[in-house]
């Protein structure tokens, strides 16, 4: 879905992306331009670990627009020291970073052990109090200790991100009530999410946010192929048809709400 064809002068925001992956190494310029062409600007480009984290602050100086999240993902919580923490503190101070993220819990690969997951998930929402910043949560087969965890850090006072939401409705409105927004990528146009888009048909769209989470997750009729930020209009449209109601709506509302959370003025 290409927003440069509507009647619409207000631009999707892909509020998550890993524009470090080596995927793009060879055409990362290319996915960006695409990305413009069809209206979708600015983008998030999320921090998984140091790496990533350094890479999306990057991002933000070579792409005026790409905003940029640090962080450290559960799969590499095991990885989260003193100086680890210390040098995401100094990246979350550079110019364009609006999140604490990618954090959670993954209770599916259990690439860190669970103990230190929880640490790890608990220590950064301290950090992004401390820093006044929302945070991007992942979360999977993991929702009662994520909210266990958000409730005791008391994530609500700076808010965030569900990302990729694929939980049931209870969990959804446990997020809504503590006043988190939930995001939804491609997996609303598969096939198999009937599920997912009866619970995403009753929450507020004002609480909506959109992504691709590129290079994974490619919605139809792409899916298959590498996913790229050009692609969250067909996230868009999907909405819109799910909610009936016009793409229009679905841009302006849910790109308002990217920047009422990240603080920004697109």
Excluded at 101 to 123: C, K, M, N, T, W
């Amino acid at each position: 879905m290409d927003l440069s064809m509507c009647e619409n002068d207000i631009n999707l925001i892909d509020t998550h992306v890993h524009l470090d992956h080596e995927r793009f190494s060879d055409d990362l310029d290319q996915v960006i331009e695409r990305a413009k062409s069809s209206r979708v600007w600015p983008i998030v480009t999320v921090g998984a670990d140091l790496a990533s984290s350094r890479h999306a602050v990057e991002c933000v100086t070579r792409y005026p627009g790409v905003i940029a999240t640090v962080g450290i993902h559960p799969h590499d919580a095991a990885t989260v020291s003193d100086s680890v923490l210390d040098e995401i503190r100094v990246l979350a101070g550079k110019m364009g970073v609006v999140a604490i993220g990618e954090i959670g819990l993954d209770y599916h690969y259990d690439l860190s052990p669970r103990d230190v997951q929880r640490r790890a998930f608990a220590i950064q929402i301290n950090l992004a109090r401390e820093l006044g910043l929302p945070i991007v949560v992942h979360v999977r087969e993991a929702y009662s200790d994520v909210m266990t965890i958000l409730r005791s850090e008391r994530a609500e006072d700076i808010g965030g991100i569900i990302h990729c939401f694929c939980g049931d409705y209870e969990e959804a409105r446990d997020c809504l009530d503590m006043g988190f927004y939930i995001s939804v990528g491609g997996i609303l146009t598969f096939a198999n999410s009937s599920e997912l888009r009866k619970i995403i048909k009753k929450l507020p769209l004002d609480r909506i946010l959109l992504e691709t989470d590129a290079p994974y997750l490619t919605p139809v009729p792409h899916r298959g192929k590498r996913n790229e930020p050009a692609y969250v209009g067909l996230v868009a449209q999907a909405l819109a048809e799910l909610k009936n109601i016009a793409l229009k709506e679905v841009t302006e509302t849910t790109t308002a709400n990217a920047n009422k959370l990240f603080g920004l003025n697109w």
